[in-house]
């Protein structure tokens, strides 16, 4: 069995971080504007697209085999899977009001 590892080099991490500053920034920003309901979409997509460069770079599976990238599909499809179970579960709830104080 052999064992092959990727070196990355310096420039890649540098755009690695500089592409997670630039998707930071653009989270900054578009909290300071009033979407509506598609604050929460917005927010969430930034912070898959910064989990996405994390993982394919720092967590170098971008070099890996495909067993690894199964690994990680799945465990996107688990997080997907468990966020729309979190939102239809919120979104579909009778909100009862508390009672009036004594």
């Known amino acids: 069995m052999s064992s092959s590892t990727h070196i990355s080099s310096l420039k890649s991490y540098l755009n690695v971080f500089w592409t997670l500053m630039a998707l930071t920034l653009l989270t900054v920003v578009v909290a300071f504007f009033d979407l509506g309901p598609f604050n929460i979409i917005v927010a969430v997509s930034i912070a898959s697209v910064k989990a996405y460069v994390v993982i394919l770079y720092f967590m170098h599976v971008k070099y ?7 690994t990680v599909a ?9 966020l729309g179970l979190t939102i239809a579960d919120y979104a579909t709830r009778e909100w009862i009001p508390y009672p009036e104080a004594w």
């Open 74 to 82: 799945a465990g996107f499809i688990w997080f997907v899977l468990m």
């Open 64 to 70: 890996s085999n495909h067993i690894i990238w199964l």
